[in-house]
């Protein structure tokens, strides 16, 4: 058990461009979750899984962007036409239930994404 | 709409003081609540969670209380090290809230001199 990855750590990208980050939860929790964290917040909540169902998705989630788990396992978040305002920490978590099980949530070290 | 207050926003002590840090939420229907430490520019780590049914949790020189009726947590840390430089927050997960997911405060970033 390695806990989660993330992958990249740090981003930068041109405005306009399309980026696509990944996570790897740990191996046996079917719940996956993605934050979007911005300097001086809290962690935001966008999206999650639950195996490869997305069940979830928060109003934060535009239409630029899309996530996929595809067989329940690693999840990738694309981001199309980046823009200056996407730039954040985004943060991937899992869980091996509901948290509201009392399960407590692993979070991966993040991406950060900076949009020139 | 649960919102989730911490105070102070930050926080500087030396070396071996006692500190209480603050969370607060406004929707006391939770299933559970969460302390997490992020250090920076990395991910959370969980710290202690504490069972809607719970008054507190300990974990070594941390302790955190639970008063639901009143929407308040608090974290307590002993004889504080350089090493617990961080942000601690605080997350919820609603009963009533319309999705499944922690919602988060902003933090308390603890600066602590040798």
């Known amino acids: 058990d390695t806990g989660v990855s993330q992958d990249p750590r740090h981003k930068i990208t041109k405005r306009g461009q399309n980026v696509t980050f990944r996570c790897d939860p740990i191996s046996e929790h079917n719940r996956l979750y993605w934050y979007r964290q911005t300097l001086g917040q809290g962690p935001e909540f966008l999206t999650y899984f639950q195996n490869e169902a997305q069940l979830e998705k928060s109003r934060l989630l535009s239409d630029r962007f899309s996530a996929e788990r595809p067989k329940g396992s690693f999840s990738t978040l694309e981001i199309q036409r980046t823009e200056q305002g996407d730039s954040a920490m985004y943060l991937c978590?899992?869980?091996?239930?509901?948290?509201?099980?009392?399960?407590?949530?692993?979070f991966g070290s993040g991406t950060q994404l900076s949009v020139l | 709409k649960q919102e989730v207050t911490q105070i102070p926003a930050a926080l500087s002590v030396p070396e071996g003081e006692n500190l209480v840090l603050n969370c607060s939420f406004t929707d006391s229907a939770i299933y559970n609540l969460q302390w997490f430490r992020q250090d920076p520019g990395k991910g959370l780590t969980s710290l202690l969670l504490i069972q809607s049914s719970q008054r507190e949790q300990t974990s070594g020189r941390l302790n955190a209380s639970l008063d639901k009726s009143s929407g308040r947590s608090t974290l307590y840390i002993a004889a504080s090290q350089p090493g617990d430089s961080a942000t601690y927050l605080c997350?919820?997960?609603?009963?009533?809230?319309?999705?499944?997911?922690?919602?988060f405060g902003k933090g308390t970033t603890l600066s602590v001199s040798s």
């Open positions: 997350a919820v997960i609603t009963a009533n809230q319309a999705g499944t997911a922690l919602i």
């Open positions: 978590a899992s869980s091996l239930t509901w948290p509201g099980d009392n399960e407590k949530l692993f």
